[in-house]
């Protein structure tokens, strides 16, 4: 079944994550999508390697659904290359800095004069803007400079949160931006620049935490896995693991209150509502962990969702594989990939359209491999690609 965006091409000159896994969403609508990257593999392909001496994860979960073109657009004839490209194309996908954009012809004016329909998404660090805009960075440090790293930890020493989603908030936020570009091409017939940095990303998730200190002053700093304006919020050990409880709202802390035998605090003034209860969270969390601490986590698990409250294991990566829900509903699509010696898991379908899915179809491309097929398609002939391979465009 073709997908909503069938028809429509991406050239993705991304790097990690932020930029590649944007083109990677817009493959699984249905777009078809080219990586392109140095002759001899861009730095992303070889981090972390699960494939022996090759592939690493981020590459393997930000291209899926895409087709592989080495190139060098540095060079004159690799400049030609991509010219003709973007005048085939509908959107380019890079992660870089502004002045590499430009060094490489990938800047929004270059490439607009080549096509004026094409949409450039790029995202840098600090954006193009600014007296950081030179500047380059990870999504550690959109965490560090957000207050997020701040905020994390038991307040010892800052701590950054091992999943990385400063940069899959960008790629969200970088989605979202193209695909408003492209309904609003369908009015205008004209493209546009979208401009995502990860600082903005990593400021905005943490917005409602930086509104409460310049609106009141809180001065938060860090408490472990508690919350600050709810309770019980915290992780607990049961006997044989650890779970992970919450109770926001005063219908869910009645329904704590109960289970825990303890009615009298719904009449305490300590625990009135949730910023009482958050301000009074050492207290709660200790009775919460002394009734974890008898039970299995299965146990607990099974107490707290009869009486309706949130709560869940904490896993490791291999129990989130192995979960009886998560297996169920085949969350993961198992996927082949050359050299690897198990399937590479893909969240399948991560949001669910009832008529026209999301669709996995094609593993991420090995280096190079479909180089011949694209440029065929832009007009090369066999020998003009043996010329660029042989003088190292290709």
């Known amino acids: 079944m073709p997908g909503i965006l069938d028809g429509i091409r991406v050239l993705d000159f991304g790097r990690y994550i932020a930029g590649p896994y944007c083109a990677a969403l817009l493959g699984d609508l249905g777009a078809e999508v080219i990586r392109i990257e140095k002759l001899d593999g861009s730095e992303d392909r070889w981090t972390a390697p699960v494939v022996p001496d090759k592939e690493g994860i981020t590459f393997l979960q930000m291209n899926r659904n895409k087709l592989g073109l080495t ?18 194309a509908d959107v380019v996908v890079a992660n ?19 096509n004026p329909r094409i949409i450039l998404a790029t995202t840098s660090m600090f954006g193009s803007e600014g007296p950081y805009s030179k500047r380059v960075g990870f999504d550690t440090i959109g965490q560090a400079m957000s207050g997020a790293m701040y905020l994390s930890g038991w307040g010892d020493r800052p701590m950054r949160i091992a999943v990385p989603y400063v940069d899959f908030s960008t790629a969200y936020l970088n989605t979202i931006g193209v695909l408003a570009a492209l309904m609003e091409r369908q009015t205008s017939g004209k493209g546009q620049k979208v401009e995502t940095a990860l600082l903005k990303s990593a400021l905005n ?103 309706r409250i949130p709560a869940g ?22 996927v082949e990939f050359p050299g690897a010696k198990k399937p590479v898991p893909y969240l399948d379908e991560a949001v669910k359209l009832s008529r026209t899915p999301l669709e996995i179809r094609r593993r991420p491309p090995t280096l190079g491999e479909h180089t011949n097929q694209v440029l065929e398609e832009v007009g090369y002939s066999k020998e003009d690609i043996a010329k660029l391979r042989k003088e190292r465009v290709v």
Not at 71 to 88: D, H, M, Q, S, W
Not at 96 to 104: F, I, S
């Open 71 to 88: 190139l060098n657009p540095t060079k004159p004839a690799g400049r030609e290359v991509v010219a003709r490209l973007v005048k085939t």
């Open 96 to 114: 870089l800095p502004a002045d590499t954009l430009k060094e490489m012809g990938l800047d929004y004016e270059t490439l607009s004069a080549i």
């Open 205 to 307: 998730a943490s917005n409602s935490m930086l509104i409460e200190q310049q609106v009141i002053d809180a001065n938060r700093t860090a408490i472990g896995n508690r919350g600050w304006t709810a309770a019980p919020s915290d992780s607990f050990k049961c006997t044989d693991g650890w779970i992970y409880a919450m109770a926001i709202g005063q219908p869910l802390f009645v329904r704590w209150a109960k289970l825990m035998g303890e009615d009298s605090w719904l009449s305490d003034p300590r625990f009135k509502d949730d910023l009482q209860r958050g301000n009074h969270g050492e207290l709660i969390s200790e009775r919460m962990q002394t009734w974890c601490g008898t039970r299995t986590v299965a146990q607990a698990l099974e107490a707290l969702a009869e009486a």
């Open 313 to 334: 294991p904490v896993y490791s990566p291999q129990q989130a594989l192995d979960d009886p829900h998560v297996k169920d509903q085949k969350l993961f699509k198992q």
